[in-house]
């Protein structure tokens, strides 16, 4: 669960009226999420590790060992998703490379998760085995062993077929903490490759675009690019995959954790450009269209190209570009220079945009 720091802002949109009963929108990684965690959740089982704010806890700095000093970092995610398979993906290869990749964000090699599975009465059995031959690969491609599990079964109509939850374990052998928190006036931002790919692309597999859209999800494990970027530099201060929400709204959070603004160049973001017609023709923006298979990257300028070359040398950050720059806290938190010269205001996401993505 991601502690979200508060993102009530005089230019955010007028608040959303409080409800007592959970919405969909609640689930969107925006104001909701953000306001449910912060009046339901932290106020009952927050402590000093959960108030980081980040996707996972750093939850150990003195284990030691004859090689090394590690820090352990944890994360726990839940998966729902429809369909359950879609172009480039399905649930199975989503819960692992999820958690992997939260696991990732703190600069940390994963080693080992554990995987709890809600089956809904009724799911076909091979659809089933299929799932989780896909977490199988998925755990090999990244390098992680799935170490204990647990399994329920509701009834029928009670549940999407099937959800699945993941809890990853990690170790931490940089010499500087990597936190949403440590952004700095001056830093570079990079993102990995192009946006939104995740989101149309499970769209598309609903059957709900009305047009055909040739778009593969972009679901991987990011650990072993992540663990390439580290080599090159000691001046990576803030790692985050832009799923829920995308990349507007995690940017966001980040800045209200760093209390900083952040610049972004619209030219410089790579889209592809099926997905910015699908986003055009819906009137979807792609900056908020979730991602899972991309990074954010926030490093001292010094070190940008270092990084930007190392990312480009992976499958996984051919595309990686760099897309804006940190500057002193403003009121507006994260602005647009559009390709017209003009500047936008991207707030965070309020509402929820393509339910059941991630």
């Known amino acids: 669960m991601t502690n979200y720091p508060s993102m009530e802002s ?40 959960l108030d980081t704010g980040d996707d996972a806890a750093l939850i150990l700095d003195n284990l030691k060992n004859s090689y090394a000093v590690h820090k352990l970092v944890l994360s726990t995610d839940s998966h729902v998703v429809s369909p359950l398979i879609f172009p480039g993906g399905d649930i199975g290869r989503l819960s692992i490379c999820g958690t992997v990749n939260d696991v990732s964000m703190l600069g940390a090699a994963p080693l080992y998760l554990t995987a709890g599975f809600i089956l809904e009465e009724g799911l076909d059995v091979k659809l089933l085995e299929k799932i989780v031959d896909s977490m199988h690969i998925a755990a090999e491609e990244a390098g992680v062993s799935i170490v204990a599990g647990d399994t329920k079964v509701v009834q029928r109509g009670k549940a999407d077929g099937l959800y699945i939850t993941t809890t990853g374990l990690g170790v931490v052998n940089y010499p500087n903490n990597i936190s949403g928190a440590s952004a700095c006036p001056g830093d570079i931002v ?105 990074l954010i990257a926030i490093v001292a300028k010094e070190d940008a190209t270092y990084i930007l070359k190392a990312m480009q040398k992976n499958p996984y950050g051919i595309d990686a570009a760099i897309i804006g720059e940190v500057h002193e806290y403003s009121s507006a938190e994260v602005l647009l220079k559009t390709e017209y010269g003009s500047t936008r205001i991207l707030n965070t996401l309020s509402g929820e945009i393509l339910p059941r993505i991630c």
Not at 28 to 42: A, D, P
Not at 199 to 215: D, K, N, Q
Not at 224 to 249: C, F, N, W, Y
């Open 10 to 49: 005089p230019n955010c949109p007028t608040p959303l009226p409080h409800s007592d009963r959970i919405v969909m929108g609640h689930g969107s990684g925006g104001l909701l999420t953000n306001r449910l965690v912060k009046q339901v959740f932290m106020p009952r089982i927050g402590n000093a590790i």
């Open 190 to 294: 990079i993102v990995s490759g192009t946006l939104g790919d995740h989101g149309i692309a499970v769209l598309a597999a609903r059957g709900e675009l009305g047009f055909s859209a040739e778009v593969k999800s972009d679901i991987a494990p990011l650990n072993h690019l992540v663990q390439e970027m580290i080599a090159v530099s000691k001046h990576i201060h803030v790692l985050r995959d832009p799923t829920r929400g995308g990349l507007a709204t995690t940017l966001n959070e980040i800045a209200h954790q760093s209390r900083v603004s952040i610049i972004l160049d619209e030219k410089a973001i790579p889209i592809k450009p099926v997905v910015a017609g699908a986003c055009e023709m819906l009137g979807f923006d792609p900056l908020y269209i979730a991602n899972e298979g991309k």
